[in-house]
Every structure is written in structure tokens, then in C-alpha cells.
């Protein structure tokens, strides 16, 4: 199990069946505020909902495997962080997160995916991470801003939000030479 220390307060723990219940409740007890920008909180009905979601992650092939975090801050669950569609052979990953509304506009998210960026770059092997940000999920769009990830452009009505809206999404990236450079 990979677990990265982001600072003395919060750390990121590769996701288990055991966090089922925290992310459920997390989920559950903040419907209206998460499922303005996350679709899969309107699917997540049960805590069996989530029990699938983890086992799909925790049981897939291992060329598949993905890394997904829990956000605990002062050993508490306070969201989630982690790489999606990851392209070993062209050496690509996206990171995708969200975090309890409570916990907002404290830098959490901001540390946290600079931490895996450090991850993927210089453990896994990456070239190229992305972020993808609805247009208007302003807060969210102020990640990769603040990390130096570049906007390369924005796919229009790519993703479907709860109430069959679609939305436009924002698409940013980051090189490791780009990493290596801010570094110096």
C-alpha cells in the first residue's frame, strides 16, 4: 500500500475496501454540493455503491491498476485524489480529485496533486499528466493554474453532469521537463 505524506497534517493513502464507509458518507451527507460537478454522485445510492466502486479499483488487472488516494487530514477522510485513464505505453495520466466542502480553500487539493505529480513523474515512469476542469468549476480550474500546468484548450460539452446537461470542460497539462524546470 502506498501511503504519501503531503504535509505533517495531511496524507494521501492508496484507497481500500475499509474506506467504503467514510467515502459513502462523505457522499451522502454532501449530495447537493458534490453532485453540482460530479456525476457519480447521483449513482452512488448505497454504500454498496461505493463497496463496487472500490473493488473495481483494488481488483483490477495489474497493467490496469490505477492509484487512487484517500484524503485524510489529522487521520480523518476528507476526499479523494487520484490518476484515471492512465496510457503506460505513451507514459499519460490524468489526476481527478474532490474534496468535503468543509475542507475547501485551505491549498489540501493544490499540495496534494503537487505530490502526485512528484509520484507519477518520479516513481511511475509518466511523461504528460492532465487535469480536466468543468469551464464554470472555478475552483477547480485554480488547481492546475496554480501548479503551472498549461491550458491547452477546452472540449466542448465533454462531460455530462447530473440533470443530462453537458458541460464544458477545460484540459491542462503538465510535462515532466516542465517539472523538472520549475524544480531548479
Known amino acids: 500500500m502506498v501511503v504519501i505524506e503531503v504535509n505533517s497534517e495531511i ?21 447537493e454540493y458534490l453532485g453540482k460537478w460530479l456525476p457519480f454522485v447521483a449513482v452512488t445510492k448505497e454504500i454498496s455503491d461505493t463497496d463496487k466502486f472500490i473493488e473495481f479499483i483494488i481488483n483490477a488487472p495489474e497493467d490496469k491498476r490505477e492509484y487512487v488516494f484517500v484524503i485524510r487530514k489529522h487521520n480523518r477522510f ?7 485513464d492512465t496510457d503506460k505505453e505513451n507514459q499519460k495520466t490524468e489526476i481527478a480529485y474532490w474534496l468535503s466542502k468543509e475542507y475547501q480553500k485551505q491549498g489540501i487539493i493544490t499540495k496534494s496533486v503537487d505530490k502526485l505529480c512528484y509520484f507519477a513523474f518520479n516513481e511511475l515512469g509518466i511523461n504528460r499528466i492532465q487535469i480536466k476542469c468543468a469551464v464554470e468549476n472555478k475552483s477547480s480550474g485554480k ?14 460539452q465533454g462531460e455530462l453532469l447530473t440533470g443530462n446537461v453537458f458541460t464544458d470542460i477545460e484540459i491542462y497539462s503538465k510535462l515532466k521537463s516542465e517539472m523538472e524546470k520549475s524544480s531548479n
Open 78 to 84: 476528507i476526499g479523494m485524489v487520484g490518476f484515471k
Open 11 to 31: 496524507e494521501l493513502k492508496q484507497i481500500e475496501l475499509s474506506d467504503s464507509k467514510d467515502i459513502f458518507n462523505a457522499i451522502d451527507s454532501q449530495r
Open 143 to 156: 488547481i492546475p493554474r496554480r501548479l503551472d500546468f498549461k491550458l491547452e484548450g477546452v472540449e466542448r
